[in-house]
């Protein structure tokens, strides 16, 4: 939830900015902004909308001889999205600032400013902090910023420049994430790894309650007692190309067609031969029950990897909501583990799920995709999924890989109930995974195809049972969140208590059936909407005859039954595709939308 980048170095700050910008927008777009410092003065340019129309807008100002600024992408929390509550914030002379979190005493804050005489000109707790620190500088930019900090509460990541330091970066963090880039001769500050990867790939990670002093030459940490920190400088893994759309019309396209290789490296980071999870710390033996948490998408993971684990393994498995789960007191035993799923690891419920679960000795694996997040460095253990940056908003790569972690837990779990053929042939059937989803991916032009026909529906619905009823959750969410267009999901034994009255001639109705043992019963319930005029779109395996009942039919191949599910998600979210695109929308930044949800 927003994005922040600063510059320090030799060339035109703006530029790199503006590309900063670009490649962090997946964070928010409801506005864009830059400060730098020019001619003895800070000068903003700052606009709502979208990065782009930052570009337009600095093409008429001079910000000339620049080398130095700070840049946001907003997605908007307190104040609506306008030119006016747009980033960067001045708090008054001397500070400048951007933020990502949210201020939450800023009420009490203002209060206190306003006793000053210090007036916002803006609706945001953003321009709040930027006045405390201004109120509190005494040109000592670092006591300043600690002393304002231990006044804030709530979360954030600030970039600040303060005019008498034209040359430097000041930043701090707390709940919200912040990596400072090195390079030659410049150094940066940026929310995520991929807006610092054209330039360098050197990185340090800020801890909370240290403040960053960064020149271009330079990069100190401070603790508040004004010691100086040692810190290990990290190469990402990461490399530029996978941060670019390398000829694909989107981001989300290219990270459909990237699933093969990137399923392909999570599974071999973690089986050779004959075992799984070899190296991992995690220990496999749970006496007590597994509680998954996590939101969204990764909730739907968690949802599947319910059902994976509970058919290999036996061992009961509870998910829930990360926003529910840390409010409801959940009941918790000394041997239960919590597993917390995350593609950014910086998700503020499901953090907050993992501090709870700690709180109460509860041993705790983060399943995260983002190296050396919030998550994998606060939960008890970590099981990486190797999907690489994901820049659209709406995840799939991200959440495959999940899911083929959760199969693999599963299996691991599972392991001491099968004969060792057994479980060799489920981890041979686990190294051809990646083939199936290649083959997958040759089912674009049928989605296509059947996308374009429903291109104006307003309403779809998904059902399956079990597993497949798991994939339908995400296959309509994809939908709904791209394309704009209402869906549900529905275990489909559950349609006829109420829902199926929304069935009229012409609905199209995506029916998922991989578990053969209940292909039988979500054909009758394929029949009752196909009665009621519902144009019913299977996802099955080829030897399915649904062709009495269903309009059309997509068919699957899969290495086994339970790794069936994870097949059955790429032609819907190429379906989802395809129809966000023909509406012509934002595929990649849908509206209201931002990527890491650092907010509850
Ligand atoms: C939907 C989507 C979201 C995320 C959710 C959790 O396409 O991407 O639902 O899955 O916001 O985010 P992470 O996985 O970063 O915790």
Same mark, same amino acid.
């Given at each position: ?285 749970? @006496? ?9 998408? =990764? +909730?739907? *993971?968690?949802? /599947? &990897?319910?059902?994976?684990? !509970? ?84 995840? @799939? ?9 959760? =199969? +693999?837990? *599963?299996?691991? /779990? &599972?392991?001491?109930?099968? !004969? ?107 029949? !009752? ?72």
């Amino acid at each position: 939830m927003c994005g922040i980048i600063g510059y320090t170095g030799e060339k035109y700050a703006p530029e790199i900015l503006i590309q900063g910008l670009k490649k962090l927008e997946y964070r928010g777009y409801d506005s864009a902004g830059i400060a730098v410092s020019c001619n003895d003065d800070t000068v903003i340019c700052k606009t709502q909308g979208k990065v782009d129309m930052l570009e337009k807008k600095l093409e008429n100002i001079n910000m000339r001889g620049s080398v130095c600024g700070i840049g946001h992408t907003r997605w908007a929390t307190h104040g609506e999205p306008s030119d006016i509550n747009s980033h960067p914030h001045s708090g008054g002379k001397n500070v400048t600032l951007v933020h990502n979190g949210i201020i939450e005493n800023y009420i009490e804050l203002k209060q206190m400013l306003a006793e000053k005489g210090m007036t916002p000109v803006s609706e945001t707790d953003t321009e709040i902090a930027a006045m405390l620190i201004e109120s509190l500088y005494d040109g000592d930019p670092v006591k300043t910023i600690f002393s304002a900090i231990s006044q804030m509460h709530g979360s954030f990541a600030l970039g600040i420049m303060f005019r008498d330091f034209p040359d430097t970066i000041f930043a701090v963090r707390r709940d919200s994430p912040l990596i400072i880039g090195v390079g030659e001769n410049e150094n940066f500050i940026a929310s995520d790894i991929p807006a610092i990867l054209p330039y360098t790939k050197k990185y340090y990670l800020m801890d909370e309650n240290e403040v960053a002093v960064i020149t271009k030459s330079q990069v100190a940490f401070t603790d508040e007692n004004g010691r100086n920190i040692q810190k290990k400088l990290l190469t990402a893994a990461w490399d530029e190309q996978s941060a670019q759309k390398s000829g694909y019309k989107h981001f989300m396209l290219k990270e459909i067609h990237e699933q093969p290789k990137v399923v392909a490296d999570t599974i071999s980071a973690y089986k050779n031969k004959t075992e799984l999870f070899e190296d991992c710390s995690f220990d496999f033996d749970i @006496t007590g029950r597994i509680y998954i948490t996590a939101c969204g998408s =990764a +909730m739907h *993971a968690a949802l /599947l &990897g319910k059902q994976m684990i !509970e058919k290999l393994a036996r061992i009961p498995v509870s998910v829930e909501i990360a926003s529910e789960f840390r409010y409801n007191d959940p009941i918790l035993d000394k041997d239960d583990i919590v597993i917390a799923i995350s593609q950014s690891g910086e998700t503020a419920d499901t953090l907050a799920a993992v501090r709870l679960a700690k709180s109460k000795g509860i041993r705790t694996l983060g399943i995260v995709n983002v190296w050396g997040s919030t998550l994998a460095r606060e939960a008890d253990d970590v099981i990486y999924t190797y999907a690489g940056p994901e820049i659209c908003v709406a995840t @799939t790569k991200a959440y495959l890989c999940q899911t083929v972690v959760l =199969a +693999m837990l *599963a299996l691991r /779990l &599972g392991r001491h109930k099968m !004969e060792d053929s057994q479980y060799c042939a489920e981890l041979e059937r686990l190294s051809s995974l990646s083939d199936y989803i290649s083959k997958a991916l040759e089912l674009d032009d049928i989605c296509r195809q059947l996308a374009s026909k429903n291109l104006k529906a307003e309403h779809q619905f998904y059902i399956g049972r079990g597993q497949d009823y798991c994939v339908c959750t995400e296959a309509s969410l994809k939908l709904k969140e791209i394309s704009y267009v209402h869906s549900e999901s529905y275990a489909a034994g559950e349609l006829k208590h109420g829902t199926i009255s929304l069935i009229v001639d012409g609905t199209p109705v995506i029916a998922v059936m991989t578990d053969r043992s209940r292909i039988a019963k979500t054909i009758s319930n394929i029949k !009752e909407v196909a009665s009621r005029g519902a144009a019913v779109i299977c996802v099955t395996y080829d030897d399915i005859d649904v062709s009495d009942f269903c309009r059309d039919k997509i068919v699957i191949d899969a290495p086994g039954e339970y790794l069936a599910p994870v097949i059955a998600n790429i032609p819907l979210q190429l379906y989802a595709y395809h129809i966000a695109d023909g509406r012509g929308n934002d595929v990649d930044k849908p509206r209201n939308l931002a990527k890491s949800v650092t907010v509850e």
